[in-house]
């Protein structure tokens, strides 16, 4: 049997690399903002923030869009008397859980999300969420996790979502693989069927799409994550004794091959199987990546931390599209996630996890980057001192992940690029 | 605790950034959790500010909590006061940081700083936006203006335009030149553009301009008791109000009345000119906030000829006058902040047209009713690049474009619906009429299949005979919802069980205007 090819890595990497750690304002959104895609994925669930006005209104500013049908999603606005007494809050819960389960039989997984407010309040929802499951069971699961900005930032909110979901997945000792992470239908569907193709005999997803979607977990169970960002679901899953499959994340041609392959080793797949099923849309992608890319090349980029997702993405933007990363800043470094993908980036970039924002800008506007990419707050004040921008938050708004989106997410980059090159003013 | 799915308005310390970030040399320092910096994209991406808000978050995170908040909020003072040098600086606490009790004006009062610090209270499980940006523009006033001479001249200041304003960045510029034509200098705008030396020299001018009474109010209040500067009541929305506004200054001002030019103004013509007649009588449910609404009503009612059959806003703090007005109108307001109250009455009353928010234009949409949108909460649609005011003459020409628009287009749709079964205009024709858009002969067949045989349907116990229901798909849309209900009603009334082609028009005769 022929080995598997390996990707080449750089000489040095940036597995060891320093980071450089600073604490000042931190320019990023609070977990809470999951929400925003976490619904539109779990077809059956709500979620209610209990939190304040300012928790309402990120949730609709985020959501960039007004209300079109009436939403899984909702805050429970603590009041003054909220706050006087913690007995009248759980009262006040139940209650607003009662009459929002009243009006809306077709949901089946509620998930109380904890929010700033209600943390220092010391609010219990896990006690709320068991209470709430012994009166509304079995027609509806209570479920709950912190979306605060003071424990999480961003994209930390699904993370904490998925674990919230672990401990009560049934027992299972079939030997099947879990896909871990909340990716748009069309690329899961995608990824899942790519999997399936090589002889994988059970592909499961966490987060199914509905509540009637069994999934097991056990000693059998593999686990591959799909988001750079899901290091307490990955730790809670090992708890239950799955094993994680380590890999680099699959963007573009080269990430969602090395990270294919990884379930192919584990599931003993051959490499003549791997190429087989791989050949083509490697082709399509490698096609795909080289014409989007091309304004990318020779251009230099520099992340603001966002989503966690800016460690893979400098990997694909380095390795496959030519640009060479000045800064890749990080609001948190996972290292057991994202280590694969650091040793792939040749040193050089300043890393950095946390931010002084201030700070930052004064080093982004030193380095005169190419393309800056960064939140929605930052995006047009630089674009007024003349650097090309791109919202990080598209990048987990829109399908990118796997081969046929590889070429979507290099596009994604040049558009800026493109545009400036295009206008005359 | 309350559910809430969407807000018409952000908490009290957004009010205060709509102030801080409308001035210059101003820097607002808040104590709030990592995550409270979204609310910097409002001004960035929906106003489209080519700055950041000159806001400095602490953005604590639980491991802070821990040790020792205070010092890092001190820190974060005295970090933006070296970077940005500020000519004053507020400060003040999101709904978590309140709930920490740090007291970020007792903090910032012991640095010492040597620029004025402008300590907020901000009750934020109490109050909203608008009250945030009223009572922060207070304080500045409150702190910063000072005693001083009037000019020789008459002036006034325009208070009340902050960031992230419905049309406020036109509206000083429309009404600036309303009062030039009266010979009338502006003094001072305020908050928007204003610098803490500008605040200081209020006091100059002869009398406020209430802009918006719902950032300023309390702030011209102050102003008349402290300097003795009287302020305009009327917000010059619209021609009636306009010409009263203008009235009203030239009594403060003690100006001669004399005729003043309005010769920008189309819309008295434009309403009275015969194309309009299709205006009469138009049903309209106003909902907004308290000033755009009376605004609104006043406009609906006067100057456009229509009926206003509903009349609400969601800030409670301007429920008196909106319900005074509402009553002038024969009518009951609508106090909420809640969306679903707003949509239930609207779908009660099936008014033909909506004028509202961004919300109500949503609402529109889902019930089929057009709806033009008067007020904030805003949307990066509400600053368009064009001159676009809502005041003064300018703004009266802009206001009646804009509430016609959505009906000519509900025109338009309902010639669509008119000629749906003509041959070349229906529902799956393109929107071409040349021969590459054709559709194929074989859908439309399926489509007037079904189209021949309607079901019948069921409702409240009246069943809708094929016929009926047919005739009534040829009656415009923008009011087949009124004509199904009132036949419903009409055949309870009468009890009858299955509604005819007889039944329709017998209940149209019945509900006859």
């Keep these: 049997m022929n080995a598997f090819a390996q990707i080449k890595p750089p000489s040095v990497g940036c597995g060891n690399a320093p980071v450089l ?50 939403p899984r999603f909702g805050t429970a606005i603590l009041e003054e008397k909220d706050l006087a007494g913690l007995a009248d809050a759980n009262e006040e819960l139940d209650r607003e859980v009662e009459r929002l389960l009243a009006r809306r039989p077709d949901i089946r997984q509620l998930f109380l999300v904890g929010s700033c407010p209600s943390e220092v309040i010391k609010l219990d929802l896990s006690r709320a969420a068991e209470r709430l499951t012994q009166a509304h069971a079995p027609q509806v699961r209570v479920l709950n996790f912190t979306g605060s900005g003071i424990e999480t930032t961003f994209t930390q909110g699904e993370d904490e979502c998925l674990a919230s979901m672990v401990p009560v997945l049934p027992e299972t000792d079939a030997e099947q693989l879990l896909l871990v992470g909340a990716l748009p239908d069309v690329v899961e569907d995608q990824l899942v069927g790519l999997i399936e193709a090589l002889g994988v005999p059970v592909v499961k997803a966490l987060p199914s799409r509905n509540a009637d979607t069994e999934v097991g977990i056990g000693p059998n169970t593999k686990f591959i994550v799909a988001q750079p960002f899901l290091g307490a679901t990955a730790g809670a899953l090992a708890g239950r004794g799955a094993q994680h499959l380590a890999a680099p994340f699959p963007f573009g041609e080269e990430g969602t091959t090395a990270w294919l392959r990884t379930i192919a080793e584990a599931f003993n797949v051959s490499p003549e199987k791997f190429d087989e099923v791989t050949a083509a849309p490697r082709a399509r992608a490698q096609k795909a990546v080289a014409a989007a890319s091309e304004r990318l090349s020779g251009k230099s980029v520099f992340f603001f931390p966002d989503s966690q997702l800016e460690i893979p993405l400098a990997r694909f933007l380095t390795r496959e599209c030519g640009m060479t990363a000045l800064e890749i800043g990080a609001p948190y470094i996972h290292r057991d996630l994202v280590s694969a993908d650091l040793d792939l980036i040749a040193e050089g970039p300043v890393l950095s996890e ?28 630089l674009e007024a001192e003349d650097l090309a921008t791109k919202w990080a938050i598209e990048l987990v708004f829109t399908p990118i992940h796997g081969y046929e989106q590889a070429g979507d997410l290099a596009a994604l980059f040049a558009k800026p690029l493109k545009r400036r090159e295009g206008l005359t003013l | 605790m309350k559910l809430t799915v969407w807000t018409y308005e952000g908490p009290p310390h957004v009010g205060a950034m709509r102030v801080a970030t409308a001035m210059k040399g101003l820097h607002y320092v808040l104590h709030a959790p990592q995550g409270d910096t979204y609310a910097d994209l409002l001004f960035t991406m929906i106003e489209r500010r080519d700055h950041r808000p000159p806001v400095s978050y602490t953005t604590f995170q639980a491991r802070d909590l821990g040790s020792d908040t205070a010092t890092l909020f001190k820190e974060s003072c005295k970090d933006a006061f070296d970077r940005f040098q500020p000519e004053a600086i507020i400060v003040g606490a999101s709904c978590t940081a309140e709930l920490i009790q740090d007291d970020p004006g007792g903090l910032s009062e012991s640095m010492g700083l040597p620029v004025p610090v402008i300590p907020l209270e901000l ?16 304080e500045i006033c409150r702190a910063l203006s000072a005693p001083v001479e009037r000019t020789p001249e008459i002036t006034c200041n325009i208070l009340g335009p902050t960031a992230l304003g419905f049309r406020h960045r036109d509206d000083v510029v429309e009404l600036s030149s309303i009062l030039e034509s009266l010979g009338i200098a502006v003094n001072v705008v305020a908050p928007l553009d204003a610098t803490p030396a500008d605040i200081q020299r209020l006091g100059v001018a002869h009398f406020n301009v209430m802009l918006y009474p719902e950032t300023c109010e309390t702030a011209c209040r102050w102003l008349e008791r402290e300097y003795k500067q009287p302020f305009t009541k009327t917000v010059p929305i619209g021609v009636g109000a306009t010409r009263d506004f203008i009235a009203e200054v030239k009594a403060i001002a003690g100006l001669p009345d004399t005729v003043v030019d309005d010769s920008r103004l189309r819309l008295p013509w434009y309403s009275r000119s015969v194309d309009s007649t299709y205006l009469t009588g138009k049903r309209v449910f106003i909902f907004g906030d308290g000033t755009h609404a009376i605004a609104a009503a006043r406009i609906a009612k006067e100057e456009m000829g229509f009926e206003v059959v509903g009349l609400g806003c969601y800030n409670r703090e301007f429920a008196r006058p909106v319900r005074a007005c509402a009553k002038e109108l024969g009518l009951e307001a609508l106090i909420t902040d809640d969306y679903l109250e707003v949509e239930a009455a609207i779908e009660a009353l099936q008014p033909e047209m909506i004028l509202g928010t961004q919300m109500e234009r949503h609402i529109g949409k889902r019930l089929g009713i057009p709806c033009a949108v008067i007020s904030a909460p805003v949307h990066v ?29 509900g025109l338009e749709e309902h010639l669509l619906h008119m000629f749906r079964e003509d041959f070349e205009f229906h529902d799956d024709a393109g929107a071409s009429h040349h021969g590459s858009h054709t559709p194929a002969a074989q859908k439309r067949r399926v489509v007037e299949e079904k189209t021949d045989t309607p079901e019948p349907v069921i409702k409240d116990g009246v069943t809708w005979l094929a016929g009926a229901e047919k005739e009534l798909r040829k009656i415009p849309f923008f009011v087949r919802g009124k004509a199904r209900r009132n036949t419903e009603k009409f055949a309870v009334e009468q009890g009858v069980t299955s509604i005819s082609i007889e039944t329709l028009y017998e209940a149209k005769a019945h509900y006859a205007r």
């Design chain 2, 123 to 138: 009750p934020s499980y109490q109050r909203k936006e608008n009250f945030g940006a009223s009572e922060t523009f207070y």
């Design chain 1, 21 to 70: 750690k600073q604490r000042g304002q931190r320019e990023v959104f609070c977990g809470l903002t999951s929400i925003v895609w976490l619904h539109r994925k779990i077809q059956d669930a709500f979620f209610l923030v209990v939190g304040s006005r300012t928790c309402a209104h990120l949730l609709q500013s985020a959501a960039g869009v007004m209300i079109f049908a009436e």
């Design chain 1, 354 to 381: 946390g931010q002084d924002v201030d700070l930052q800008l004064d080093r982004c506007r030193a380095a005169k980057p190419d393309l800056t990419v960064c939140g929605l707050g930052l995006a047009n004040p």
């Design chain 2, 381 to 409: 649609q509400d600053f368009p690049a064009r001159f676009s005011p809502q005041v003064g003459w300018e703004g009266a020409n802009v206001i009646f474009d804009t509430w016609v628009h959505p009906l000519v287009m």
